[in-house]
């Protein structure tokens, strides 16, 4: 249920939908201090909670909860984590924090998305309370025990986006900015679904990432790598290469539907160039579906890359 990272840091795999290795929370213990990394959906609360008392945890201990930003499987069930722990706070991006406090227009866009499988996807995402949202700015630090978890804006999959540095032990918290990279594979994906995809933010924010020189990150999807510096590198080099191809698409007219097939194609030649597995193939798949992924580049493309004279 658990698995130790680093020393007082836990992975927990909440099976999300069903689907081993895809998400996962990180639990972090310091002194007195339990804090959660990613509270995860509310759809996944039993799984965390069991985790916490696998410790020989209470919830009731939970001191802090962080959420790299406000998707709904990084920070969904937030609020309603609260209810189990009440003394923890959510600490946040302070473009996030709105849609905690208020999280209805985040779940009517989730919601044209997926329909009537919201609840069985992602559970309730209840409000959080006002009185316990605290807002980080970028190089606040958060204490829990003795440790030190730096916000670092990291723009790019979304705008407001944090990363969590924990410098004395060189772990990077890395949410969605580090990519998706599942079972170890060699391969290391960037999950691009609308609205807010920014490919040249991102690029910047992967070298902030760098500079960190970090001994390990620590992605939601999905669990530790420690050979920190190719990761980072192996996913500059998709995003540009991803860039130039969707160039390429734009160019060529190719939209919607032929563009998801597109970079479906794309994308999976790629895994199996890596790692010779079509069921590893599948994986990434499982993690973000090719049509939304498709639609992330297509509007990032049309806002920040197009010509005015394409935009008209």
Same mark, same amino acid.
């Given at each position: 249920?658990?698995?130790?990272?680093?020393?007082?840091?836990?992975?927990?795999?909440?099976?999300?939908?069903?689907?081993?290795?895809?998400?996962?929370?990180?639990?972090?213990?310091?002194?007195?201090?339990?804090?959660?990394?990613?509270?995860?959906?509310?759809?996944?609360?039993?799984?965390?909670?069991?985790?916490?008392?696998?410790?020989?945890?209470?919830?009731?201990?939970?001191?802090?909860?962080?959420?790299?930003?406000?998707?709904?499987?990084?920070?969904?069930?937030?609020?309603?984590?609260?209810?189990?722990?009440?003394?923890?706070?959510?600490?946040?991006?302070?473009?996030?924090?709105?849609?905690?406090?208020?999280?209805?227009?985040?779940?009517?866009?989730?919601?044209?998305?997926?329909?009537?499988?919201?609840?069985?996807?992602?559970?309730?995402?209840?409000?959080?309370?006002?009185?316990? =949202?605290?807002?980080?700015? #970028?190089?606040?630090?958060? &204490?829990? !025990? %003795?440790? *030190?978890? $730096?916000?670092?804006? +990291? @723009?790019?999959?979304?705008?407001?986006?944090?990363?969590?540095?924990?410098?004395?032990?060189? =772990?990077?918290?890395?949410? #969605?900015?580090?990519?998706? &990279?599942? !079972? %170890?594979? *060699?391969? $290391?994906?960037?999950? +691009? @679904?609308?609205?807010?995809?920014?490919?040249?933010?991102?690029?910047?924010?992967?070298?902030? =990432?760098?500079?960190?020189?970090?001994?390990?990150?620590?992605?939601?999807?999905?669990?530790?790598?420690?050979?920190?510096?190719?990761?980072?590198?192996?996913?500059?080099?998709?995003?540009?290469?991803?860039?130039?191809?969707?160039?390429?698409?734009?160019?060529?007219?190719?939209?919607?539907?032929?563009?998801?097939?597109?970079?479906?194609?794309?994308?999976?030649?790629?895994?199996?160039?890596?790692?010779?597995?079509?069921?590893?193939?599948?994986?990434?798949?499982?993690?973000?579906?090719?049509?939304?992924?498709?639609?992330?580049?297509?509007?990032?493309?049309?806002?920040?890359?197009?010509?005015?004279?394409?935009?008209?």
């Amino acid at each position: 249920m658990t698995f130790e990272e680093s020393p007082g840091v836990h992975r927990v795999d909440l099976n999300c939908n069903g689907l081993p290795g895809q998400v996962a929370s990180y639990l972090v213990e310091d002194g007195g201090g339990l804090a959660v990394v990613e509270s995860g959906p509310g759809s996944t609360l039993p799984t965390l909670l069991d985790a916490v008392r696998s410790l020989g945890r209470d919830p009731r201990e939970i001191t802090h909860v962080l959420v790299t930003h406000v998707h709904l499987d990084h920070a969904g069930g937030a609020g309603v984590l609260l209810r189990h722990a009440p003394r923890a706070r959510v600490y946040v991006h302070p473009w996030g924090a709105p849609h905690l406090a208020d999280p209805s227009r985040l779940l009517a866009s989730a919601t044209l998305l997926y329909g009537d499988r919201m609840d069985a996807l992602w559970g309730e995402a209840a409000p959080v309370p006002r009185d316990r =949202l605290a807002v980080l700015e #970028d190089g606040d630090a958060v &204490r829990v !025990g %003795g440790r *030190r978890l $730096v916000a670092v804006d +990291t @723009p790019g999959h979304a705008g407001h986006h944090h990363a969590f540095h924990d410098p004395d032990a060189g =772990l990077v918290f890395t949410g #969605d900015v580090g990519g998706i &990279r599942l !079972g %170890g594979a *060699r391969y $290391v994906s960037p999950p +691009t @679904p609308p609205p807010e995809i920014d490919l040249d933010a991102w690029a910047k924010s992967l070298d902030r =990432l760098r500079a960190l020189q970090p001994r390990m990150l620590l992605p939601t999807h999905f669990g530790a790598v420690s050979d920190a510096a190719w990761h980072l590198d192996e996913l500059a080099g998709r995003l540009a290469g991803w860039a130039g191809w969707m160039e390429a698409q734009a160019a060529a007219r190719v939209a919607g539907p032929a563009l998801a097939a597109a970079l479906r194609e794309r994308a999976t030649a790629e895994i199996l160039a890596a790692t010779g597995s079509a069921e590893t193939a599948r994986a990434y798949e499982a993690a973000v579906p090719y049509p939304m992924m498709a639609a992330g580049l297509e509007r990032w493309w049309a806002k920040h890359r197009a010509a005015p004279r394409d935009r008209r």
